[in-house]
């Protein structure tokens, strides 16, 4: 299931040009209710920005990030979806806030949560189909289908522009970070677990049409006014506790023909997005390679301080994800020692590692 992550708090050269909007609504008074609804988002924008651990280049301001991705990103959507692909309950969300499983698919946080966190934009972000999301939390985070996410994110620039005008939201959406999460769960359960698009294409026609998609929703979102978009390549699937238990022999090996295919639908993203940035006037759309640093952590996982690489923490850590790993499914004693938390989905301590080196070799690309 794919998503759309909305995290958009504000730097402190824009928290100055909106408190001097503010002011200029103020002082007309005709219109009260519009300067309710700003005092309060300006309130709430000021009362949650964090400091960031990565400092950014000189002059580089990242007023807001705005993450469109699969579970890997997922806050807790599918919560409020009719779906069997759902984890808003224990053990998920073991180390998070005390024990809370809000939807997030690990133990803790997600990579858009880390990220947010990171560059000094928001601690965590709430799944903007939550129903108890509130107006107020719309400037702080969302996730939206993949169906619904370029209408949504239209919606929510509206919104946006409603309440800090057009020129203000104009300056976000050129000046924010627009990361791109996606192929992953496309290839490795579409295509290879549930076997969904293997009649139709063989890999290297599939690879070209996902690259072909991820072309044409960047696009989109150019369109939208983004100008800073950074794409994540596919990592080595392969190597997913449940892919070597699906397609890894007796000895559960890494799946090399699945590592295969990642590495070709990334061998083809990254000159794509080059001719993008070619194309699209003041544009900076740049490929991430996540491949060799988590192909790295799991052949070396001692190196970073892990001792089980093959299997997740949740039940037998073999094929245990979303409603088959749950309270009677049982956890490892530490799960600092695991990268993956269940079959699928890593540990918010392998996410925070793969973010830390994401962020500081890629973050001077953007300036």
């Known amino acids: 299931?794919?998503?759309i992550t909305l995290?958009?708090?504000f730097s402190t050269s824009y928290q100055m040009k909106l408190l001097i909007h503010m002011?200029?609504?103020?002082?007309?008074t005709h219109d009260r209710s519009r300067v309710y609804s700003v005092c309060v988002f300006v309130l709430i924008m000021l009362c949650s920005c964090c400091e960031g651990v990565v400092k950014l280049p000189q002059n580089m301001?990242?007023?807001?990030?705005?993450a469109f991705g699969d579970s890997i990103v997922d806050q807790g959507n599918n919560n409020v979806l009719q779906t069997l692909i759902n984890c808003n309950f224990a053990p998920y969300g073991k180390d998070f806030q005390g024990g809370l499983a809000t939807g997030r698919f690990s133990n803790g946080k997600t990579p858009a949560d880390l990220i947010a966190e990171e560059l000094g934009i928001k601690e965590q972000i709430p799944a903007y189909l939550d129903p108890n999301l509130k107006a107020q939390d719309l400037p702080t985070g969302s996730v939206i289908s993949l169906s619904d996410q370029l209408a949504h994110f239209k919606e929510y620039i509206g919104k946006l522009k409603g309440a800090i005008r057009e020129e203000s939201t104009n300056n976000i959406m050129n000046n924010s970070l627009h990361l791109v999460v996606a192929g992953s769960d496309d290839l490795a359960n579409t295509y290879f677990t549930f076997g969904i698009r293997r009649a139709q294409y063989d890999i290297p026609s599939y690879v070209d049409l996902l690259v072909t998609s991820a072309s044409?929703?960047?696009?989109?979102l150019y369109k939208l006014g983004a100008r800073r978009i950074a794409v994540f390549g596919i990592p080595p699937i392969g190597c997913l506790p449940?892919?070597?238990t699906l397609a890894g022999g007796s000895l559960r090996v890494?799946?090399?023909?699945?590592n295969q295919a990642a590495q070709l639908f990334n061998a083809k993203l990254s000159p794509q997005l080059h001719s993008l940035t070619q194309r699209l006037p003041h544009s900076k759309v740049v490929y991430i390679d996540i491949y060799k640093p988590f192909h790295d952590l799991i052949q070396n996982p001692q190196r970073y301080g892990f001792e089980v690489n093959d299997r997740g923490c949740c039940g037998t850590g073999e094929f245990e994800v979303t409603?088959?790993?749950n309270n009677y499914s049982g956890t490892c004693p530490d799960d600092s020692k695991y990268i993956f938390w269940d079959s699928y989905h890593p540990t918010e301590k392998a996410y925070k590692i793969i973010v830390d080196q994401v962020i500081k070799k890629y973050i001077n690309s953007f300036v």
């Open 61 to 66: 301001t990242i007023p807001a990030l705005f």
């Open 23 to 28: 002011k200029q609504l103020i002082s007309s």
């Open 323 to 325: 409603i088959l790993c």
């Open 242 to 244: 449940s892919q070597r």
């Open 254 to 258: 890494c799946a090399e023909n699945y």
């Open 216 to 220: 044409d929703f960047i696009q989109e």
């Open 1 to 3: 299931m794919s998503l």
């Open 7 to 9: 995290l958009s708090n």
